[in-house]
């Protein structure tokens, strides 16, 4: 344990002193932070990257060429707060962070160079999890299948994301219970609630529903009221510059080392 | 008697050393369990899981002193592997059992009541550094020696699992529970294709 400890102790420390390429728990740390002070959950829909790979791949077929319709009963909508937990006890059992590991979507694109029948079995397995949930169900059925059910950091920002004031509030005197939003959300995070939709602690913030109600009902608040500047322009805004700033930290050196490995 | 005491302090300081190890191997068979069956009570829960632990040290303790070195050879990666599966396998069968609602009588249910206790033995025997390092200690001593030295590295060591026993305010909520219940099946097959992939 105490190897692996100081592992990252040591990798704290180049990350202080080696310049902004080496990166360390604290320095993540800290650019979470600031992401969920500013964007709170509205990351996984208008900065994560996975989130991007989700929507995009939901949008490519028309709505009445999608032959899916999915739906989640109320009892497995928790399935991504159980996978954090899964993700963080064995991450400290094993004294290492298995999500970036295994579970991270883009294991898809650097798993290849694991050696050894495991870590073959391992990579297939993620591989696969990654294919069906990033693009097979999406495409299929619409939905940001990934975002909604299993992503464990999802489940993680609607927890913490509580400290960011934007929300995406139902107006209860408009909302006439149609059930629109709940078919519309991507991430299939509104439930009907007595009649009555009800927006769950893992709403994305991406705006679809406030776009789809015939209503008006759904908008954009910050700290429960409607701000004298537009909203959803402010989330937006605040959205993309966190994700061009912390893209713009390493996809480039993503892309160079890719490059570099084809040139190989 | 002075040798007795010194062998209880070299357990405990060895628990101490290691107990945020064991309490974060103790966290994937322990945590799930306390989430999904909390209204059975944390404290009880961690009590049985200490319990299992306590009687998987004793048996590792007395077969450490009669086998001599040869435990420490016998115990390696693949009962560290059987060991994953067989409690993968039980919190599954307990997911399927209790799946869902717990409403009446969850304390009294006598699988759940020994759920922890075999957990706590199966995780107690699973081959980790902290106790191989116990393990070579006990080998070259006598019978009730050993015993207490384990005694000394369980006493310690389980300092680190005791603040589980106080979550119960927190995992009130039918939410919690119903989470709690998920973790424990993902877990589960977790815990099993961990093992599986340790076997190949």
């Not at chain 1, 105490?2 to 080696?18: I, K």
């Not at chain 2, 799946?99 to 009541?113: D, I, M, N």
């Amino acid at each position: 344990m105490s190897a692996n400890a100081l592992d990252f102790v040591y990798q704290q420390q180049l990350a202080f002193s080696g310049g902004w390429k080496m990166w360390g728990p604290l320095t993540l740390g800290g650019l979470w932070l600031a992401a969920t002070l500013v964007l709170g959950q509205a990351w996984c829909s208008w900065a994560c990257f996975y989130g991007g790979l989700d929507e995009g791949f939901s949008r490519l077929l028309p709505e009445r060429w999608r032959p899916l319709r999915l739906k989640i009963p109320p009892p497995l909508r928790d399935i991504p707060a159980a996978l954090l937990i899964l993700w963080l006890l064995a991450s400290l059992a094993a004294m290492y962070p298995l999500f970036c590991l295994w579970g991270c979507p883009l294991k898809m694109t650097c798993g290849f160079a694991e050696t050894g029948m495991a870590g073959k079995i391992q990579n297939a397995a993620m591989i696969i999890l990654g294919v069906v949930f990033i693009v097979i169900l999406p495409v299929l059925s619409g939905k940001r299948s990934f975002c909604g059910l299993i992503c464990p950091f999802g489940a993680w920002q609607s927890f913490f994301g509580r400290i960011n004031p934007f929300r995406v509030s139902r107006d209860e005197n408009s909302c006439a219970g149609c059930g629109q939003c709940g078919q519309t959300c991507p991430v299939l995070a509104i439930e009907a609630a007595g009649g009555k939709p009800a927006i769950t602690s893992y709403c994305n913030r991406c705006g679809r529903c406030i776009d789809e109600c015939p209503h008006g009902a759904i908008s954009y608040t910050v700290l429960g009221r409607k701000p004298p500047v537009d909203a959803r322009a402010l989330l937006v805004f605040c959205g993309l510059a966190v994700g061009g700033a912390l893209g713009s930290l390493f996809v480039p050196g993503a892309l160079y080392g890719l490059w570099r490995l084809i040139l190989r | 008697m002075a040798a007795y005491f010194k062998v209880i302090a070299e357990g405990a300081a060895l628990g101490f050393a290691t107990g945020p190890y064991c309490a974060a191997a103790c966290g994937p068979a322990l945590l799930p369990w306390l989430l999904a069956f909390s209204e059975a009570g944390t404290a009880r829960i961690t009590a049985l899981f200490l319990g299992g632990r306590l009687a998987a040290y004793a048996a590792a303790a007395l077969a450490a002193s009669f086998s001599g070195g040869y435990l420490e050879k016998a115990a390696g990666p693949q009962t560290a592997a059987f060991v994953s599966i067989a409690s993968g396998a039980y919190m599954l069968a307990a997911f399927f059992v209790f799946r869902w609602q717990c409403r009446s009588g969850c304390e009294r249910a006598a699988a759940l009541r020994a759920g922890p206790l075999a957990l706590g033995f199966m995780t107690g025997i699973a081959p980790c550094p902290p106790l191989a390092g116990a393990v070579i200690k006990a080998a070259g001593l006598p019978g009730p020696a050993a015993l207490l030295m384990f005694g000394g590295f369980f006493a310690a060591s389980s300092l680190f699992v005791l603040p589980a026993a106080a979550l119960q305010p927190f995992l009130r909520s039918e939410r919690a529970a119903n989470i709690g219940r998920l973790t424990l099946a993902a877990m589960s097959v977790y815990l099993i294709c961990a093992g599986l992939l340790k076997l190949l």
